[in-house]
């Protein structure tokens, strides 16, 4: 965990994610990369200089086979409030509309019911687990796919919601994440979701691990060129002027 929160603070810290006295919302999905965000952050408060809080808030899509129990159990441990949404999202995509590509759809609706509830809860803040190897990857499936040099931003305010996205996981790696909730032993909900494994994202990532092997650090390198380009929102210099 140490190694985490030094990665989670210099995050943090270089794009200006935390101000002083607010309450941080982590959308727990259940998966590893969230409920890691979910412990840092948790950890962080206890000695970070900005005085913060932390909860949790699940978007229940109502996919059959999925407990939250465990998610409910550590946000106890960790003195976090917690809050299920139950939202029909896997009836509309997989029943009613059955969606032959679903993701796109799947996430519009969680996105949409989260801050729904953030608004209903006077949240304003929200952080999201997606890492350093997610960013590699987005970066290169927006080259490939859509002919254009874009990437999710580490900090991202939005307008209709009024609701602010943070990313503080962005300097941890998929390995470390995977090694942090193995040795601390974090609950981690299976996702039975029909689209699971079988997406554009999964495609990139397996094409990225094999042209790591001709081309050493490739995604040490795509990372760079994100700051240094930089792409709109990942700036250093300009988060700290």
């Not at 808030?57 to 409030?81: M, Q, W, Y």
């Not at 953030?118 to 949240?123: F, P």
């Not at 900090?155 to 040795?183: C, H, M």
Request: proline fraction near 5%; charged fraction near 25%; aromatic fraction near 8%.
């Amino acid at each position: 965990m140490q190694h985490i929160l030094s990665l989670v603070r210099r995050c943090v810290e270089d794009y200006n994610m935390i101000e002083e006295g607010e309450t941080v919302a982590v959308g727990v999905s259940g998966g590893k990369d969230s409920v890691l965000t979910l412990a840092a952050l948790a950890k962080l408060r206890e000695f970070y200089p900005k005085r913060f809080d932390v909860t949790a808030l699940t978007i229940d899509s109502g996919t059959p086979g999925t407990d939250f129990t465990p998610i409910a159990r550590l946000c106890a441990e960790l003195g976090v409030t917690y809050q299920r949404i139950p939202v029909p999202i896997y009836e509309i995509v997989f029943v009613c509309r059955k969606e032959k590509n679903p993701c796109s759809l799947c996430a519009k609706l969680r996105r949409g019911a989260l801050s729904t509830e953030m608004n209903r809860l006077g949240l304003k803040k929200i952080a999201l687990g997606h890492h350093y190897d997610d960013a590699v990857e987005t970066m290169v499936m927006s080259l490939f796919l859509e002919g254009r040099i874009g990437c999710f931003q580490p900090v991202t305010y939005l307008d209709r919601s009024q609701v602010t996205q943070i990313r503080p996981l962005l300097y941890v790696q998929e390995r470390e994440v995977r090694g942090a909730v193995r040795r601390l032993d974090l609950p981690v909900v299976k996702n039975p979701c029909p689209a699971n494994g079988t997406t554009k994202r999964e495609e990139t990532k397996a094409l990225l691990l094999q042209l790591e092997k001709q081309f050493p650090q490739l995604k040490k390198k795509i990372f760079g060129a994100i700051q240094r380009y930089p792409l709109y929102g990942w700036s250093l210099e300009e988060e700290q002027r």
